[in-house]
């Protein structure tokens, strides 16, 4: 399996920020699709997730009404457009897939974002 995410960078408060993460190596049927954050000296965190089947959506309180992750099952792609970014919103984002049947975590490496007030 292979996850490789992009569309991180420097943005000021406020503003947006969409990023991708392509998803290769197996069928993704049976899986969740997500990203998560890792805040300087913070544990890794859960952001959103989805669906790869049905496309349920799932989101961290801190980031529902402003967040919204999205899939193309097609080009095997996951995104996350990011609006009204808070400087609590930096840190390096990952994007990870989960297998239901097996409880196995896959993930790719981190883009950073940074938000500056």
């Known amino acids: 399996v292979q996850l490789q995410a992009c569309g991180g960078g420097l943005v000021q408060a406020g503003d947006s920020l969409r990023l991708s993460c392509a998803a290769s190596?197996?069928?993704?049927?049976?899986?969740?699709m997500g990203w998560h954050r890792q805040a300087p000296e913070k544990e890794r965190a859960f952001v959103a997730a989805?669906?790869?089947?049905?496309?349920?959506?799932y989101y961290a309180d801190s980031v529902k009404g402003r967040f919204t992750i999205s899939k193309d099952n097609a080009k095997n792609m996951v995104y996350l457009q990011m609006n009204s970014l808070k400087v609590e919103d930096t840190g390096v984002y990952y994007c990870k897939a989960y297998e239901h049947a097996t409880m196995t975590d896959y993930w790719g490496q981190g883009t950073q974002v940074t938000v500056s007030s």
């Open positions: 190596g197996r069928s993704f049927d049976n899986h969740f």
């Open positions: 989805i669906s790869w089947s049905g496309g349920s959506t």
